[in-house]
Nanobody, 126 residues
Framework: QVQLVESGGGLVQAGGSLRLSCAASGRTFSNYAMGWFRQAPGREREFVSRITWSLSTYYADSVKGRFTISRDYAKNTVYLQMNSLKPEDTAVYYC????????????????????WGQGTQVTVSS
């Protein structure tokens, strides 16, 4: 099975930055599109960002210009650099993998992803 492990969450003040990491197991990582989602208490899991096999990137409007997704194939790791954090960004952040190598446009629905990490808490204080 594919295993995803997130790290890098924590408590920061508004305006601060965090970098989340998602380490993937196995040699199949290179063929997967990867996404970040977040979920706050009482809310549905929402799309944050996506990066494809060919390094196309997509962002939710709420984070565009503040967050940057990237991947390092050599390290089997996906990153989410989060800058200018706001209290509204507070949530559990999840890394997810989409096994499809070829997709068109953003894929924003959680059921379209096949594997998930355990999540890492991000809390932004005022």
């Amino acid at each position: 099975q594919v295993q995803l492990v997130e790290s890098g969450g924590g408590l920061v003040q508004a305006g601060g930055s965090l970098r989340l990491s998602c380490a993937a197991s196995g040699r199949t990582f290179s063929n997967y599109a990867m996404g970040w989602f977040r979920q706050a208490p009482g809310r549905e899991r929402e799309f944050v960002s996506r990066i494809t096999w060919s390094l196309s990137t997509y962002y939710a409007d709420s984070v565009k210009g503040r967050f940057t997704i990237s991947r390092d194939y050599a390290k089997n790791t996906v990153y989410l650099q989060m800058n200018s954090l706001k209290p509204e960004d507070t949530a559990v952040y999840y890394c997810a993998a989409d096994r499809r190598r070829i997709t068109i446009g953003p894929v924003t629905s959680p059921p379209d992803y096949d594997y998930w990490g355990q999540g890492t808490q991000v809390t932004v204080s005022s």
